[in-house]
């Protein structure tokens, strides 16, 4: 906790303890006469309210947050009124609720979607529990969620999925419904959870691009109107984070791509903060305004403390965008490799180096969005998006990596590939240290265009640190972590136009805790 900033306590009173008489106190007289938007009482709700599923995240030795929002309609504004509703919730050790460890009342605000936040505390360490929701007639499906090992323990293994992008348009979720069946404590999910824009492909999106507070809640409610989603959703704890679609494609801090000021781009910020935290299982304040601080760590007792990063609300707009080239390629320009430009912002910067360097467990992992390692993608073109555009602020993490008594495992989503690489202060001299590796996951559902595929054979022929790259396939990837050797095993599912597709393992690599360069499995 000493690396946490952001994982203070939910404000209890926001979210606990409500009750139908205090919500009826609230209620003007005649609101639910009213024609605009009437409330619901728990009596009322006519039809399952618990069609956006369940989740759990953020897990403590104590405790985890469980998630659950209200939605009786879930694409057109959730339709459940104007009033909070009191939710009941319940934590068991066993299927059939026989044995509850923990209970209460949580308060579906409508200013919060009503979404549900629970901090369920008072729960044994490393331990599987179940949980469910319940609210008039109705009880929600039933989650399944684990507590971390105990403070100081020392943990012989840890099974960690890795997930991102997952743009509903370009197919199915094939890959959540193995992710669901998987073996793992705990899944990070890198962010393009949801994609901003309209249109349409193998699935449509509803509305079109997501503007406002309603549109990215409508989002989110399609998304979850996937069974897959939510089956992986309610499986083990999630630990989120978001990348650029969860606001708009490509943003940093405040610069819009599309070149909205940068007052209309905050405003939008704002409204997809808001829904951002509204269906995710966090364990941190709600936004203030278009700020919301979801940088923070982990521990896995004396195994792995791990780091989850934002790397877009605090970042310099995107350096050298030429014109001629068009999105963010660029060969890299004076403005790239300046020592005033930051991915992290200078607070959480020194919070990342400061808690690399003072870690005390075996692993270092870094929850992070864009290629960290140097990765040109044409001749002299590099992605400005990516960690190359910033190389100020990825020599000093590498500095604190060196100093560091752990080695680092970067976990990375947003490009839609799969991919591995040794980390190293100087990526092309093979002869010095080896700080750790990156491993890229794929999409879950997010395209990568075939005709890009010979440039990126290109790259895994020609980058000697570059070791493995494959555009072709989606999935997600599973690591297991133990003190002396962590191993990647990556899992591509045979087709995003059949949710039931098969899924197989692609390639496999380890890497030794005393030596942690990329070694095929
Ligand atoms: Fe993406
Ligand atoms: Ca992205």
Redesign the pocket.
Known sequence: MAYAPAMTMLDRRKFLGGTAAVAGALALPGMRTGLALPGLTPAEILTDPFTLGVSSGDPLPGSVILWTRLAIDPINGGGMGVDDIPVQWQVATDDTFATVVASGTANATADAGHSVHVDATGLAADTIYRYRFQVGTWTSPVGTTRTTPPAGSSPSSLRFGFA????FTNGYYAAHRHLAAEDIDVLFFL??FI?ESGGSGVRAHTGGECLTLTDYRNRYALYMSDADLRSSRAAFPWIVVW???EVDNDYADDAHDGGDPPETFLARRAAAYQAYYEHMPLRIDPPDGADLVVYRSVEIGTLATMFVLDTRQYRDDQACKAEEIGGTASPLCDEATSPDRTILGTEQREWLTAGLTSNTARWNILANQVVFSKLPILGELFNMDQWDGYSADRDIVLEAMSAAAAPTIVVT????LAGAATVRQDFADKSSTPLGVEFVGT?IS?SFGEELYPFVDAIAAEVPWIEYVNPRSRGYCVVTLTPDEARADYRIVASITEPTSTISTDRSFTVAHDDPRLVEA
């Open positions: 991102s992008c997952q743009n962010g393009d994609y990348d650029d679609h989503g947003d490009i839609h999409s997010s």
